[in-house]
């Protein structure tokens, strides 16, 4: 879903990406797609969200809604 959504892959090796690098780059990516998904929302509770949102888009792009 994330290659369908245009997410590169999470950065391993030398310039490996740490998990919360990794979550930061989902949640931008989704406040992207629908910003007032966010709106009053703390840190913890974007990271819920953004994959929620991200996973439903990708069954949206799939379904051609």
Do not use: C
Not at 12 to 18: D, L
Not at 22 to 45: C, D, E, H, M, V
Not at 53 to 63: A, Q
Request: aromatic residues 10%.
């Amino acid at each position: 879903w994330q290659k369908t959504l245009l997410i590169p892959p999470r950065k391993k090796g030398a310039s490996k990406e740490t998990k919360t690098q990794w979550k930061n780059r989902l949640i931008a990516k989704a406040q992207s797609l629908y910003p007032a998904a966010f709106t009053g929302l703390n840190k913890g509770q974007s990271a819920a969200i953004a994959d929620a949102v991200l996973m439903i888009e990708y069954g949206r792009r799939l379904r051609n809604f």
